[in-house]
Structures are given as structure tokens and as C-alpha cells.
């Protein structure tokens, strides 16, 4: 079955870094686009970025561009999201995705808190 699962969440300074990793298992990574959203409360889940297959394109959201940077190592099976000089409204809970044909599946998450 189809798997995802982030890891590199925490608690980081304004100002800071943080590497977000997703490893994907139950189909063929190299073969599909990879997404990361992210959800503040009381807000509703949005994309930051994707990366289609081989990085041919990659697309960011305005609030992040020139900040977060997403890359692919299809070896691994894992997508990152390197994100530098975070912002308090960085804060959420970040999501990997892959829409399969017609499906779409979701990671667990992982909280990204950046507060002084």
C-alpha cells in the first residue's frame, strides 16, 4: 500500500532552517509528481511546493519562494523541503502528497513551530 512518511519537523528560531524529508513506498516514486502543503491552525491546508517527475518543474507558492527549495532523489524514494530563513507564519503542520491516477494520499505530518 501506497505509504508516506515526513520526518525533520521541530522547533526553530526566526531566522533559521529546518529540512523536511518524505519517503514514499507502495508505488513507483520516480514515475510521479510530489507535493508538500502545509496547515495553520485555524487555517486551511495549502500548497507550498511540487516537483514533477525527474524535477522537470518545480513550482513554488509566492510566500515561499527564494526561502524554500524542494528536490527529489529518486534513489531514495524521498522528497525534501529545505526551507531557510523561516518566519513566524512558517508555522503549520506539514503534509506530503501524491495524487495517484485518480487517488490522492496524504502523509501523517510533521509540525513545523518557529518561534523565538
Known amino acids: 500500500q501506497v505509504q508516506l512518511v515526513e520526518s525533520g519537523g521541530g522547533l526553530v528560531q526566526p531566522g533559521g532552517s529546518l529540512r523536511l524529508s518524505c519517503v514514499a513506498s507502495?508505488?513507483?516514486?520516480?514515475?510521479?509528481?510530489m507535493s508538500w502543503y502545509r496547515q495553520a491552525p485555524g487555517k486551511e491546508r495549502e500548497l507550498v511546493a511540487s516537483?514533477?517527475?525527474?524535477?522537470?518543474?518545480?513550482n513554488y507558492a509566492d510566500s515561499v519562494k527564494g526561502r524554500f527549495t524542494i528536490s527529489r532523489d529518486d534513489g531514495k524514494n524521498t522528497v525534501y523541503l529545505q526551507m531557510n530563513s523561516l518566519k513566524p507564519e512558517d508555522t503549520a503542520v506539514y503534509y506530503c502528497?501524491?495524487?495517484?491516477?485518480?487517488?490522492?494520499?496524504w502523509g501523517q505530518g510533521t509540525q513545523v513551530t518557529v518561534s523565538s
Open positions: 507502495g508505488f513507483t516514486f520516480s514515475m510521479y509528481a
Open positions: 516537483i514533477t517527475r525527474a524535477g522537470a518543474r518545480i
Open positions: 502528497r501524491v495524487v495517484l491516477v485518480t487517488m490522492t494520499y
